[in-house]
């Protein structure tokens, strides 16, 4: 809004904006004197201001109707894009219109879990040597690409991809080493998977076991789909209490605040728009009580997480050692899930609350360190030996919580077994780690190829039917309530949903072999028989040579 304008010719000032109650609505109209605010330039005039028919941007901003100024809105969309951050928030703006879309994306994803399950219980010795076969193709495909193009690879380089300073005086050379690299990675791959044949497919077979137990147990059916939705929920209440948390901070922008110029928020803001930005200035106290709340947000997740694994694990050893029937099968109860979440809420709950608190305060340690990094490279003027030291020290934590990770998902299986408290559980978990480290590895690199190349597929089949059907009438017409103005921010929400849901399929058929595997371990510790142990399972032990003689 300005104080003199006409339909022909907007002087818009972002510098200098004036609040008002509501956008105008029409196209000719002669608007009220609006009260000055504290925050914005005062109106001039003692009769009222010219207004001019507008729409709402960002649910803020009252910007010329692109109807009646394309020009002024031409001019306006040009300026906006040379702002990096403005065009972004922009295009984000679009993505709770599209809700209808995400929702559809998350129940897809839930459906695509369940498929994959399906394949995995009746093919995935299939699966496994397919994701082989294509990492190798791929590999070998880079690779004869790299070497047949050496000479002219920098002319099929994109537009925007610079190649590294003088590397076109040894493209060649670099190409063909690239290629040659990329071949040998290959071949590596393929002579790892023909001598361990074995093993993958005795792998394979306890996926296709543990798979067989979620069947088996229709309770466990449901895990995936609680494990989702109650994260989900449990994450945005986090996130809505972070940001009103945030919002406690004072309110500033480099026009109200001269010192707010030197900030690195400051620093991004063009004097053009510096009138209409604002951003949060914490005080010290006030980082320490975000900092509080981010590590108690993480024991929260966490914590859900350890108790699903405890559940996980719990329904896995009541299948283990129930007895064959005379048909082969094994009789189990159907209620499996919430015997567990039972005993671990009741009897159990401390051990996933304190192994959680160490996984938390890990990703709280990773998360200082992270915005240290952003801060000091943000400046303009990072120095090199602060980069390397919190580089080596965000990979140490990295480390630390991965180990910690996999030590209380094995202890939470042993609690269930023999409802030791957390350290003698952690301590027998590393024993058998040490014990059965070699199937351990085999089965873990099983699962990991079945989780990442599930997740990616459901992740990808989410974002390609929310990027197709939000490029749809229903969802580009300027007349729609559900308009997307960019179709590419919804789809990479949709496929963030779809990993997100997919992991947790992928977690439950993960922790269901490691504890059957754990089980079973622990048969041949005690010394007990293992006559309850899926044939598979005994396998894949024998064949690293921890097998019964």
């Known amino acids: 809004m300005n104080d003199a304008m006409t339909a022909g010719s907007l002087n818009l000032k972002l510098k200098d904006p004036i609040c008002v109650a509501s956008c105008p609505g029409s196209a000719n109209a002669v608007g009220p004197l609006y009260p000055p605010e504290t925050e914005c330039a005062r109106v001039t005039g003692s009769q009222g201001i010219q207004a001019y028919k507008t729409m709402v941007m960002l649910d803020k901003y009252c910007m010329p109707d692109s109807d009646l100024f394309q020009s002024a809105a031409d001019s306006i969309s040009s300026s906006q894009s040379s702002e990096q951050s403005q065009k972004l928030i922009e295009d984000l703006s679009s993505i709770p219109a599209a809700w209808p879309v995400l929702l559809s994306a998350f129940f897809l994803a839930i459906v695509l879990g369940y498929i994959y399950l399906l394949m995995l219980r009746h093919c995935a010795e299939v699966l496994i040597w397919v994701?082989?076969?294509l990492v190798m193709l791929g590999f070998t495909g880079v690779g004869l690409y790299c070497i047949v193009n050496a000479e002219t690879l920098a002319q099929h380089l994109p537009a925007k991809v610079r190649a590294p300073e003088g590397y076109g005086d040894k493209e060649a050379t670099a190409a063909r080493v690239l290629g040659g690299i990329c071949i040998a990675v290959a071949f590596i791959c393929g002579t790892i998977a023909c001598c361990m044949r074995t093993s993958i497919d005795a792998a394979c077979a306890c996926v296709e076991v543990a798979v067989d137990a979620m069947f088996e147990m229709p309770s466990l059916l449901l895990a995936p789909i609680l494990k989702a939705v109650g994260k989900g929920i449990m994450a945005l209440i986090l996130l809505y209490g972070f940001f009103a948390l945030l919002s406690t901070a004072p309110m500033t922008s480099p026009l109200m605040d001269p010192d707010s110029q030197n900030s690195v928020a400051g620093q991004v803001v063009t004097d053009h728009v510096q009138g209409v930005y604002r951003h949060f200035t914490l005080t010290t106290q006030q980082k320490v009580i975000l900092v509080a709340y981010v590590f108690v947000s993480f024991w929260i997740e966490c914590f859900l997480n350890a108790l699903y694994q405890f559940i996980i694990g719990y329904a896995m050893a009541e299948y283990y050692y129930a007895p064959y029937d005379h048909d082969g099968e094994k009789d189990v109860g159907c209620c499996a899930l919430f015997d567990g979440l039972h005993v671990g809420l009741l009897y159990h709950c401390g051990s996933p609350a304190?192994?959680?608190a160490l996984v938390a305060a890990f990703s709280?340690?990773?998360?200082?360190?992270a915005a240290i990094e952003y801060q000091n490279q943000a400046t303009g003027q990072s120095n090199r030996v602060?980069?390397?030291i919190l580089g080596c020290l965000q990979s140490l934590v990295t480390c630390f919580k991965w180990i910690v990770e996999l030590i209380n998902r094995n202890a939470y299986v042993d609690i269930a077994i023999t409802s030791n408290n957390f350290c003698d559980?952690?301590?027998?978990?590393?024993?058998m780690i040490i014990q059965l480290g070699g199937s351990m590895a085999v089965l873990n690199g099983a699962t990991i190829v079945f989780s990442v190349f599930g997740s990616l597929l459901i992740g990808i089949a989410c974002a390609a039917f929310s990027f197709f059907l939000t490029t749809s009438e229903t969802f580009t017409a300027q007349s729609s309530s559900f308009q997307v103005t960019n179709p590419v921010p919804v789809a990479v929400v949709s496929g963030f949903i779809g990993v997100s849901v997919a992991a947790c399929f992928m977690l439950v058929?993960?922790?269901a072999s490691d504890a059957l595997l754990y089980c079973y371990g622990i048969?041949?510790?005690t010394g007990r028989g293992s006559?309850?142990?899926?044939?598979a399972l005994k396998d894949l032990v024998h064949n690293q040579g921890h097998g019964e003689k």
């Open 131 to 133: 994701t082989i076969a």
């Open 354 to 356: 304190f192994g959680s």
């Open 364 to 369: 709280t340690l990773q998360m200082i360190i």
């Open 386 to 388: 602060v980069d390397a």
């Open 425 to 431: 559980a952690a301590k027998s978990a590393i024993a």
């Open 509 to 511: 058929f993960d922790m």
């Open 523 to 525: 048969d041949l510790h």
């Open 531 to 535: 006559s309850t142990a899926p044939p």
